[in-house]
């Protein structure tokens, strides 16, 4: 499967305590992006790099979360002293260089953080 | 700043209905637009795309048309199926917003045999 990979798929959590996410984008893929989803909301937007580059990160982001891609290929989210407002279903999406306005992006399937 | 607005769901339809889900947009620059579809237990994937104005994105059976003049991107489809039942979201990419996908909050359809 050459699609983007998300690990783990499920973490529970007590709260307080530090997680972290990984995502392996389709290869060769430049661009890398982290949303967060809630129940009924459309994916929100965190961050995003471009190659090992993070060039935007929302306001909203707390600054308990961090995220990095060393080298340019797989990206990791950590979220530290976890809240129970953090749980939501985690999302990387990637896209391949060319014409930006002409590609789409393709997603994991997510990681979804319960935190108790 | 870019954004994209939905109409709420859930739509109910019966199999072979025909389906209107309404989009539209805000956004600076020239923005392509997208439709997504999130399966149950699935990520989301490409539905169909339109990368600038009257330009028609279409894939199996599902269409949407670029409308600049009232800022909209409405997906149709003439006959539904259960196999149909899933959530949809509209999305734009644009200069204005540094390239990264701006999402609505997406429409669940329920498709009943």
């Known amino acids: 499967d050459t699609g983007v990979s998300q690990n783990p798929r499920h973490k529970i959590t007590k709260r307080g305590q530090n997680v972290t996410f990984r995502c392996d984008p389709i290869?060769?893929?430049?661009?890398l992006y982290w949303y967060r989803q809630t129940l009924g909301q459309g994916p929100e937007f965190l961050t995003y790099?471009?190659?090992?580059?993070?060039?935007?990160k929302s306001r909203l982001l707390s600054d308990r979360f961090s995220a990095e891609r060393p080298k340019g290929s797989f990206s990791t989210l950590e979220i530290q002293r976890t809240e129970q407002g953090d749980s939501a279903m985690y999302l990387c999406?990637?896209?391949?260089?060319?014409?930006?306005?002409?590609?789409?992006?393709?997603f994991g399937q997510g990681t979804r953080l319960t935190v108790v | 700043g870019n954004s994209v607005t939905q109409m709420e769901g859930p739509v109910t339809l019966s199999e072979e209905a025909f389906l209107t889900i309404n989009c539209t947009y805000t956004?600076?620059?020239?923005?392509?637009l997208f439709w997504y579809v999130q399966y149950p237990g699935e990520g989301l994937q490409l539905l169909l795309k339109?990368?600038?104005?009257?330009d028609k994105g279409s894939n199996k059976g599902f269409e949407a048309t670029y409308r600049k003049e009232t800022t909209s991107f409405h997906l149709e489809k003439g006959s539904v199926q259960v196999s149909d039942s899933a959530v949809y979201f509209c999305?734009?990419?644009?200069?204005?917003?540094?390239?990264?996908?701006?999402f609505g909050r997406g429409t669940s359809l329920i498709v009943h045999p």
């Open positions: 999406a990637s896209s391949p260089r060319g014409q930006v306005l002409n590609t789409e992006a393709f």
């Open positions: 290869s060769e893929h430049n661009r």
């Open positions: 790099f471009q190659n090992e580059a993070q060039l935007e």
């Open positions: 956004a600076t620059g020239y923005p392509s």
């Open positions: 339109a990368t600038k104005a009257d």
């Open positions: 999305a734009l990419l644009s200069s204005g917003g540094s390239y990264i996908p701006t």
